[in-house]
């Protein structure tokens, strides 16, 4: 006999039972404390948050986090289709945006559909997309995105996207740096020489210039909270990938949380906050999730790299092995030694048409297209790896 799927939907994170979402999202998971945040945030004016419940059997076994926005069209298309997409927008605004509903959380670091143990993906994937089509409908929008899948998600994926019309689609890689032990000479050893050479040389000039105090808090209050938020607005504003823009109340209600630690630089001579990062921490793993930088200092002061090593220092003594810090601004973190994690994105548009010429162009989307800083560094590594199978290509000078 066939098990009965049952979907059910609630409208924020504290309607669902704490157990099930314990079962659903254990750590190293973001689970109902990242949600119920989220809820509580007023970002309602980017975001319609929304969870689906799964049920096999009338027993609960899974949580479907979902949310919806109008997603600007050049964050998904690449650069020469999406101008052309945008200055059509003039007449038709819609162009410029695809009203998107999502699998997944806008800023979690993979996108998970949440089952308890004993049950597969698998088994509820094509009941959850039949729930969300239906949801997406509701809501007039005309796409659906599975957003950020791991590699094994999207094994299961894979399998059945083409049943279900959907088409694969490559997202920003994650980043994470394994760490082989707590000692930061061990950390170094593993960098490759030209990075591990840069990274002192940055860090030493930076102390040259600029003496820095270090402070790890929870639970900051909120003249901190304030000086934290100011920090992170300005560097939402120079990144050149936006997505969430997040609010004085996302900060206040992180920071309420245990798992939730800030790592803070300021200036000795004037005590001002002039970088933070903001860490989820682990049994085996910290999470990076948001960092602020002050750009109005001098470029020479290297605050990120200054920062990553006041964080580094901390994530080692803490005895964490895996050290996560998201997708955008690969530069620096490849600089600092993490690797790419391959995220997937499995997108259905409800216009046949349409979906087709989008599963057309996602063929030719690639990290390299999606990021400049990717697109540089994939280059050298093909430059690197053809001179390594050809040495005569290296001038003998």
Known sequence: ????ITINWYDRADEIDENLWRECFPAPLEGSWWYKTLDDSRLSDQFEFSYAVISIDNSAV?????FSMKVPIDLVIPRGISFVLKALSVFKESL???HTVFVGSPCAEEGTVGLVPGVHLSQVAQALFIAVQDKAASLKAPMIVWKDMNEQDAETLDQISEQLGMFRMVSF???LINLSSDRMEDYYKNLKGSRRHNLKKKLKRSQQLITLDTEVIQHPNQEVLEEIFGLFYQTYNHATTKFEKLTPEFFK???SWDTSHFVLLRSNETKQLVSFMLLFRFEDRVINKFLGIDYNQPDTYHLYFRLWDAALAWVLKSGAKEFQSGQTGYRAKLDVGHKLVPLTNYCRHNNPLINKVFATIAKDI????????LDTYLKSQAVKATLEKRPELVSSK
């Open 253 to 255: 209600s992180i920071a």
């Open 173 to 175: 890689p994650g980043t």
């Open 96 to 98: 410029a945006y695809q």
């Open 366 to 373: 690639s990290w390299s297209s999606l990021d400049s800083d």
């Open 1 to 4: 006999m066939q098990n009965m």
């Open 62 to 66: 899974g949580i479907a986090p979902i």
